[in-house]
């Protein structure tokens, strides 16, 4: 199985912030990497696919880039609506496997 | 407009099956490279994978189930399907279905989740 090291676990950032959350797979995954956001008591929202790709109606303030093995996603200028757990999940290899999940929070 | 909605029995025993149904609109199934996930999460954790249908019936699932894991989708009602036999507390979580949006860059078939149902809470107790 690919295993997701996702960090970090949780950040603290302020309004404007850039913020970047990585996720490592354990092996390589191709660019079938994409990027979620779940609000509390709310279902997981696409933010990025196929790595790169901002998916419709997200923020430009969001992106996704992959520098070798290792995958990011970036938000430049850090708004309130930001806040929320994101996640990472590789569709490379079955089964398919989520990142531990990263807990942003405003300063 | 695509929405997906998923159906459940709310509370069951151990060593039941949980029978989930996933209702949507907006896509059809029947359609090359469109395909249903389901993913559930237990409550305060993480995401967790659990199978896929593509249009044309091919079905993966996750292996951590141990084979108790049946995926299928009825494409002339727009309804995709789960069963989970023997279930026991471990299964307690909220169970989401999600729609798989195919795209073709640099002729490489990648696929993600796109559109998701609001989820619907299981409890296993006795």
């Known amino acids: 199985d690919i295993q997701m090291t996702q960090s970090p676990a949780s950040l603290s950032a302020s309004l404007e912030e850039i913020v970047t959350i990585t996720c490592q797979p354990s092996?390589?995954?191709?660019?079938?990497l994409s990027w979620y956001q779940q609000k509390p008591g709310k279902s997981p929202q696409l933010l990025i696919h196929s790595a790169t790709s901002l998916a419709d109606g997200v923020p430009s303030r969001f992106s996704g880039s992959r520098s070798g093995t290792q995958y990011s996603l970036k938000i430049n200028r850090l708004q309130v609506e930001d806040t929320g757990i994101y996640y990472c999940?590789?569709?490379?290899?079955?089964?398919?496997?989520f990142g531990a999940g990263t807990k942003l929070e405003l300063k | 407009q695509v929405t997906l909605k998923e159906s459940g029995p709310g509370i069951l025993q151990p060593s039941q099956t949980l029978s989930l149904t996933c209702t949507f609109s907006g896509f059809s199934l029947s359609t090359y490279g469109m395909g249903v996930g389901w993913i559930r999460q237990p409550s305060g954790k993480g995401l967790e994978w659990l199978a896929n249908i593509w249009w044309d019936d091919d079905k993966y699932y996750n292996p951590s189930l141990k084979n108790r894991l049946t995926i299928s989708k009825d494409t002339s009602n727009n309804q995709a399907f789960l069963k989970i036999t023997n279930v026991d507390t471990a299964d307690t979580a909220t169970y989401y279905c999600?729609?798989?949006?195919?795209?073709?860059?640099?002729?490489?078939?990648?696929?993600?989740?796109?559109?998701w149902g609001p989820g619907t809470m299981v409890t296993v107790s006795s």
């Open positions: 999940l590789q569709g490379y290899s079955a089964p398919y496997t």
């Open positions: 999600a729609r798989i949006a195919p795209i073709t860059i640099a002729a490489t078939y990648y696929w993600y989740f796109d559109f």
């Open positions: 092996q390589d995954i191709g660019n079938y």
